[in-house]
Nanobody, 127 residues
Framework: QVQLVESGGGLVQAGGSLRLSCAAS????????MGWFRQAPGKEREFVSA?????????YYADSVKGRFTISRDNDKNTVDLQMNSLKPEDTAVYYC???????????????????WGQGTRVTVSS
């Protein structure tokens, strides 16, 4: 049983920054693939970023956040962070941390590839 807890959301003006953190427990964290997704009001959940586990640490970003967001992981602390810079009103959403805890082929941007999810943290960007 994996538990994921997001934190760091809040209200920020356009152009500002926030840093989200996801704390994981219940599994060998260093082997897990981790992702961030977001869901805006009235819209489907969409991929934001992901980072591969198992020592690979390859990273992936949605086109909408490339150059503005940075994902990182700290396997000693069992955390995955999302540094969000140059925020835009369209970034407003609930942000979810997700974990892929089994081996095999992995498509980072597909939500069904992940089998554990946090409860989300709300990010509001005002103009």
């Amino acid at each position: 049983q994996v538990q994921l807890v997001e934190s760091g959301g809040g209200l920020v003006q356009a152009g500002g920054s926030l840093r989200l953190s996801c704390a994981a427990s219940g599994h060998t964290f260093s082997t897990d693939h981790m992702g961030w997704f977001r869901q805006a009001p009235g819209k489907e959940r969409e991929f934001v970023s992901a980072i591969r586990g198992g020592g690979d640490d390859s990273i992936y970003y949605a086109d909408s956040v490339k150059g503005r967001f940075t994902i990182s992981r700290d396997n000693d602390k069992n955390t995955v962070d999302l540094q969000m810079n140059s925020l835009k009103p369209e970034d407003t959403a609930v942000y979810y941390c997700a974990a892929r805890v089994y081996a095999g082929h992995w498509i980072p941007s597909v939500s069904t590839q992940y089998n554990y999810w946090g409860q989300g943290t709300r990010v509001t960007v005002s103009s």
